[in-house]
């Protein structure tokens, strides 16, 4: 079993839908989850960072931990295209140390 | 304010030979990480230096693989005799002291060994 798991799609929606984007994790150590958004091609981007169990919104993007249930969530309000990329998740045990990174969702946002 | 710097971009490098990778932290960080992506698999820390120091190189191969983050200049990731396998993106990602859980990415280096 990998250590951070997350549906590799391709995940394609219309222009304007609601996208969640979840991960599973095995490790209860984790404490720090963070999303990435990576284009074709490019270094990840940094989007969301949340600290233990919770929400957290910013702008269109809200993320979601469920820290009893080894799972985190990305929802992406009035998905544009240019929000088609590579979506990773990442999480580590403690404070600045390295990241274990999901494989990525792959998100295809048609207009 | 530029960000993280990486060069060269893409990298081809005959088996046997060294590739050295190097990267440009952003300005006022000085906790530098470095990953490996492979086809279709997600990123995989390698190790992680502050300046003059490795914190953490439980990620990297122990043998063939550096990584060094002098006092002055960029930091280093070094393969020697390089493998097919070795062929991948590289990426660093730096943090300021102050949130060191905040880490920005470079563009990568593509290495492809022939």
């Known amino acids: 079993q990998k250590e951070v798991e997350q549906d590799p799609g391709p995940l394609s929606v219309p222009e304007g839908a609601i996208v969640s984007l979840n991960c599973t994790y095995s490790n209860s150590a984790f404490q720090y989850f963070m999303w990435y958004r990576q284009y074709s091609r490019k270094g990840p981007e940094l989007l969301m960072y949340?600290?233990?169990?919770g929400n957290k919104e910013d702008g269109r993007f809200t993320a979601q931990v469920d820290k009893s249930s080894k799972y985190i969530s990305l929802f992406i309000r009035d998905s544009q295209p240019s929000d088609s990329a590579t979506y990773l998740c990442a999480m580590s045990v403690a404070y600045g140390q390295n990241f274990v990174f999901g494989p990525g969702t792959r998100l295809s946002v048609l207009p | 304010n530029a960000g993280v710097m990486q060069n060269p971009r893409h990298l081809v490098r005959r088996r046997g030979q060294e590739a050295r990778l190097r990267c440009s932290p952003m300005k006022g960080h000085s906790h530098v990480y470095w990953y490996r992506q492979l086809p279709e698999e997600g990123l995989k820390f390698m190790v992680y230096?502050?300046?003059?120091?490795?914190?953490?190189e439980s990620g990297m191969p122990k043998e063939r693989f550096s990584a060094e983050f002098p006092k002055e200049g960029p930091s280093i990731l070094r393969i020697q005799q390089v493998v097919r396998g070795d062929s991948a993106a590289y990426f660093c990602?730096?943090?300021?002291?102050?949130?060191?859980?905040?880490?920005?990415f470079g563009p990568g280096t593509r290495l492809t060994v022939t």
């Open positions: 230096l502050q300046k003059e120091n490795i914190i953490d």
């Open positions: 949340t600290y233990s169990s």
């Open positions: 990602a730096s943090s300021p002291e102050v949130d060191r859980n905040k880490q920005y």
